[in-house]
């Protein structure tokens, strides 16, 4: 508010200033601006009846203001006006005002990079990321805009390299991202398959650069298998899409041919998506029960969803979820939904808390994302600012700051390259003796054995690459142990599901 206060004061004065010695045209022109722009705030300690009045009185009355603004502009500026310039501006600066970063304008030149992460095949390193405000200590300026990544998908370029949700991108090729519109960062971050990028990534209080390779990256949002030698299936789902549930239904026969008995469902780093999907899908595990409250803005809209009461996936099937930071938004809802139903055991540690809906739809030729309501889990407990707290605590291994040096030295040395060139067989035996080697790096065992699994997935076809890994990732390998620990007990009253609808009820 003092930021916005302040502009209007500066503006004011300059007006005052200006057009002291104006035009009577001109003095007219801003006189009747300024009258009929009652309602505006022109100090911090003034205060006008907005509140009070009806937005759509408000709206009107401002857009009025703005059209008299612009034909001044149009009518008196002596350059050539680029008009889709000045559209896409203003439309993206009443995003901006709403303070809300899920709230937001992709215009028209952005739109194609948009579509083609909807899309789900792109060339690139495997990430998804956004650019937003950092203050750190050691910044000067405080409104420092670098791009954060949000997701990192695994057996990509960024996961081979240990990139983490949360990272923080400050230069791209040696250039700083401060000054680049996002379409620019993923533009240089895209290229040709087989070269590299350097990225310099801040992490905690540790900067550091590294190269990663660029590759062709084919998004999913399902991958699922039977772990060897067992009854136990592994599932992850990377984003809740409008083809999730065709995809989680399929699988889940698959599964279910192959004699699956226990569950892990993985959504660690899966931002969310589709509510609609998720409810949906979460429906497939559980009957006759609430799973969702969505409350909106105009209360006579609050919605709440209950289960069908039959299910896809058997009750006798025990359920494992491993969940971490960057579990967000529909993510938390499915995860919260099962947790309160008591239909599965939470590993990793607590959900980002993303607990508002957005609606995305095309605008122009670009599109918004509206914040439009909040979620509230079966058990009454709010997610937005809070997360889902995890039954089972699993901390993730991940690089701490002051192994930052040794970590980056190591990849940059290529050290796990030439370990597997001399290596070429993916055993345990082979992944310990790497670590044992490195030993005198002081990089934790734990880390050093991360580094060489990951490069001997990198290796392998995609279709070949295990995806449970119950030996080097604690938290998959603690959810594997606590279902080996239960006794299947069949339900002979499993009623399978003939009716995918999720019911809204009023609770």
């Known amino acids: 508010m003092k930021k916005t206060a302040m502009v209007l004061i500066v503006l004011a004065f300059l007006v005052g200033t200006l057009f002291a010695n104006g035009s009577p045209e001109e003095q007219m022109f801003f006189n009747n601006l300024m009258n009929n722009s009652q309602g505006a705030t022109y100090s911090s300690g003034t205060t006008t009846n907005r509140t009070s009045t009806k937005g759509s009185e408000i ?149 550091f650069t590294i190269p990663i390779t660029r590759a062709i990256i084919v998004v999913p949002t399902v991958e699922y298998e039977m772990i060897e030698g067992t009854h136990t299936a592994y599932l992850r789902i990377l984003e809740f899409s409008t083809s999730t549930y065709r995809a989680i239904a399929e699988a889940l026969s698959d599964l279910s041919s192959q004699g699956m008995e226990k569950l892990i469902i993985d959504l660690r780093d899966n931002p969310g998506g589709d509510v609609d999907v998720t409810l949906a899908i979460a429906d497939m595990f559980i009957s006759d029960s609430k799973l969702l409250s969505i409350s909106y803005k105009d209360p006579s809209k609050n919605i709440t969803y209950a289960a069908t009461d039959s299910v896809t996936v058997s009750p006798s099937t025990e359920v494992a979820i491993l969940v971490n930071g960057g579990t967000a938004s529909s993510a938390e809802i499915f995860s919260s939904a099962m947790k309160d139903n008591e239909r599965a055991v939470l590993f990793g540690s607590t959900t980002y808390g993303k607990g508002v809906m957005q609606v995305i739809s095309s605008f122009g030729d670009g599109y918004t994302s509206i914040t439009t309501a909040s979620f509230v889990g079966p058990a009454g407990k709010t997610i937005h600012g809070e997360g889902v707290e995890p039954d089972v605590v699993i901390d993730e291994i991940v690089v701490e700051e002051e192994e930052i040096e040794a970590y980056t030295e190591l990849l940059n040395s290529k050290a796990a390259e030439k370990f597997v060139d001399q290596n070429p067989e993916f055993t345990d035996e082979n992944v310990r003796k790497f670590a044992q080697e490195q030993a005198d790096t002081g990089l934790r065992e734990s880390v050093l054995l991360l580094v060489a699994r990951n490069e001997y997935l990198s290796r392998m076809d995609y279709d070949d690459r295990p995806l449970a890994d119950i030996v080097y990732d604690d938290c998959c390998k603690a959810a594997f142990e606590y279902l080996q620990s239960y006794e299947i007990d069949y339900d002979a009253n499993f009623k399978p599901a003939t009716d995918t609808s999720v019911r809204v009820v009023n609770f």
């Open 59 to 207: 709206i009107s009355r401002d857009m009025a203001t703005l059209e008299r603004l612009y034909q001044y502009v149009d009518k008196n500026f002596l350059y050539e006006i680029d008009y889709d310039a000045v559209y896409e501006a203003m439309a993206t600066a009443l995003f901006d005002a709403l303070e809300d970063k899920y709230t937001y304008y992709v215009k028209a030149e952005e739109s194609g990079d948009y579509e083609e992460e909807v899309s789900g095949v792109y060339g690139g390193l495997g990430i998804y990321f956004s650019k937003t405000y950092v203050d750190y200590q050691d910044v000067e300026d405080e409104s420092t805009l670098y791009a954060i990544i949000t997701q990192v998908f695994p057996n990509t370029p960024s996961a081979k390299a240990g990139l983490k949700a949360g990272d923080y991108i400050l230069e791209i090729g040696g250039e700083s991202v401060v000054e680049m519109e996002a379409t620019e960062c993923a533009k240089r971050m895209k290229g040709e398959p087989g070269t590299s990028v350097d990225l310099t990534i801040r992490r905690g209080d540790s900067v």
